[in-house]
């Protein structure tokens, strides 16, 4: 028997979740997941959905996400219990992989801090191959309207990471805009990320681990804003406390291990494109 009108078998498309932490952001939720489904069309090939992964918040943040996660099958709501950025975004992850089927994951602050209209450019840059996309705010393209204190604080911890370790390459290690494979999140060992401190150092800790797995990295500029509603759960120096320790362990070791720790920069184009050896 031949088919005459063969019916084309169209490609599965990707799932791509986003993973974003939130504790009391209840000025912002509902928007922010209505502004990342509104990029469904400018990423064809990918079907998105949203994961709020929330640190039991008391404001109504857990009864609005929950809410709208009945209505829409796209929006999704994990109450992790504990406080942390790091424990919402590791168990964030590992419950996009394990119950939601994500094939690639993108981690995102739930304030608008960062534009949900950057999120097809993550994607694209997937598409073409890479691992891990970071958004930085330090490549020609990049828009960052952070007020002078945070712009400090953020130029100082990036430079004193990159230095310590010996990173080249890679410019934006500090803000939590990434996209990456579901097969480079699992390469990385859950023992060497530090997903259960309260202060923010999973988010440059996790980048390192990343590309210490030996992905394919490149960096894409971003746009960051101000937070114009909510508060900041930030902690400056718990936070400037754990990048010193952090990076102040990690270059003992490398000198006990007496290992190279430079890194090869793989060349220019529209991202910044890097890749870190194995350990
Ligand atoms: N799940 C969870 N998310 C958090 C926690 N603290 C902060 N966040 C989220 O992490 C993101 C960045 O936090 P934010 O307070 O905006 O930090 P800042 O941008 O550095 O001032 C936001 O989406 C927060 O809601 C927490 O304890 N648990
Ligand atoms: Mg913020």
Redesign the pocket.
């Known amino acids: 028997m031949t088919l005459l009108n063969p019916v084309q078998e169209r490609p599965q498309r990707r799932r791509a979740v986003v993973v974003?932490?939130?504790?009391?952001?209840v000025e912002?939720i509902a928007d922010l997941i209505a502004a990342v489904l509104d990029e469904q069309p400018r990423a064809p090939s990918y079907e998105i959905h949203v994961l709020v992964?929330?640190?039991h918040?008391k404001d109504g943040t857990l009864e609005t996400v929950a809410q709208i996660a009945q209505r829409n099958p796209r929006v999704h709501l994990l109450d992790?219990q504990?406080?942390?950025?790091g424990?919402?975004?590791f168990k964030?992850f590992c419950y996009a992989i394990d119950h939601l089927d994500a094939d690639v994951l993108i981690e995102?602050?739930?304030?608008f801090?960062h534009n949900p209209a950057d999120i097809p450019h993550f994607l694209a840059k997937i598409d073409e191959g890479y691992d891990v996309v970071v958004g930085s705010r330090f490549v020609d393209g990049s828009v960052n309207r952070m007020p002078f204190y945070?712009k400090v604080l953020s130029v100082g911890a990036n430079q004193f990471v990159r230095a310590m370790l010996g990173l080249q390459g890679v410019t934006e290690i500090t803000?939590?805009y990434r996209a990456f494979t579901k097969e480079t999140f699992l390469k990385v060992d859950p023992a060497t990320v530090p997903w259960q401190e309260?202060s923010?150092i999973f988010v440059p800790v996790f980048l390192v681990r990343m590309l210490e797995t030996g992905a394919r990295a490149t960096e894409i500029p971003m746009t960051m804003h101000p937070?114009m509603l909510?508060?900041?759960?930030?902690i400056y120096w718990r936070?400037i406390r754990d990048i010193v320790r952090f990076s102040v362990r990690s270059r003992l070791q490398e000198m006990v291990h007496r290992r190279s720790p430079s890194a090869v920069s793989m060349g220019s184009g529209a991202g910044n494109e890097y890749v870190q050896p194995r350990s």
């Open positions: 974003t932490p939130t504790y009391d952001e912002n992964a929330d640190s918040s992790v504990q406080r942390g950025i424990v919402g975004l964030g995102m602050d739930a304030d801090q945070r803000t939590s309260k923010f937070r909510g508060y900041s759960k930030m936070y």
